[in-house]
T-cell receptor, first 117, second 115 residues
Framework: AQSVTQLDSQVPVFEEAPVELRCNYS??????LFWYVQYPNQGLQLLLK??????LVESINGFEAEFNKSQTSFHLRKPSVHISDTAEYFC???????????????FGQGTTLQVKP | NAGVMQNPRHLVRRRGQEARLRCSPM?????VYWYRQLPEEGLKFMVY????????ESGMPKERFSAEFPKEGPSILRIQQVVRGDSAAYFC?????????????FGQGTRLTVV
């Protein structure tokens, strides 16, 4: 069975510092990988995704994640965080089925990023 | 194009009552997914529906929970005879298809409190 582990429940960091949010997954089949962000009292928004091709994927607001198949990891990084990045971040996987996916996401427990001034 | 709309945003029910959670997918989306987020936990998949069909209900509790997505109208997640352990945030997501480049868009969730 697939599972996703986010090793840190909370990550406090000062503004303009770099940050890494860790995500490991276990699956016996090929997967697609996602990071979602949830701001307070809002729904989840897709931050970035890995489907195929380059193992390094980037978002429009400076986040990036690298798919590492040998380590079954998909860690999220940002070289310099802002106060506005304070939110909860969820890593998720979706199982490949044929040429597509099932649409069903398996989520990690979430990591709360707290950016301090 | 409005996003995924869930209502109510907050719902309080007494033990033994019924809870009905509604989800209107984005325009043109015919795939709906329901997830539950218990306190201090990540989102857990409950059920996947297409119009009038349940495709995957492997995450649904065997009793008291049901879901539908009729031809007309929103998807409904129904919880009968609620118990305190049902208190959680329930999120709905919708997608146009289930193919490789399809993105699932999430609603803001319904926070159910059972007192």
């Amino acid at each position: 069975a697939q599972s996703v582990t986010q090793l840190d429940s909370q990550v406090p960091v000062f503004e303009e510092a770099p940050v890494e949010l860790r995500c490991n997954y276990s699956s016996s089949v090929s997967v697609y990988l996602f990071w979602y962000v949830q701001y307070p009292n809002q729904g989840l928004q897709l931050l970035l995704k890995y489907l195929s091709g380059s193992t390094l994927v980037e978002s429009i607001n400076g986040f990036e994640a690298e798919f590492n198949k040998s380590q079954t990891s998909f860690h999220l990084r940002k070289p310099s965080v802002h106060i506005s990045d304070t939110a909860e971040y969820f890593c998720a996987v979706s199982e490949k089925v044929g040429s597509g996916n099932t649409g069903k996401l398996i989520f990690g427990q979430g990591t709360t990023l707290q950016v301090k001034p | 194009n409005a996003g995924v709309m869930q209502n109510p945003r907050h719902l309080v029910r007494r033990r033994g009552q019924e809870a009905r959670l509604r989800c209107s997918p984005m325009k043109g989306h015919s795939h709906v997914y329901w997830y539950r987020q218990l306190p201090e936990e990540g989102l857990k998949f409950m059920v996947y529906l297409q119009k009038e069909n349940i495709i995957d209900e492997s995450g649904m509790p065997k009793e008291r929970f049901s879901a539908e997505f009729p031809k007309e109208g929103p998807s409904i997640l129904r919880i009968q005879q609620v118990v305190r352990g049902d208190s959680a945030a329930y999120f709905c997501a919708s997608s146009r298809t289930s193919g490789v480049n399809t993105e699932a868009f999430f609603g803001q969730g319904t926070r159910l409190t059972v007192v």
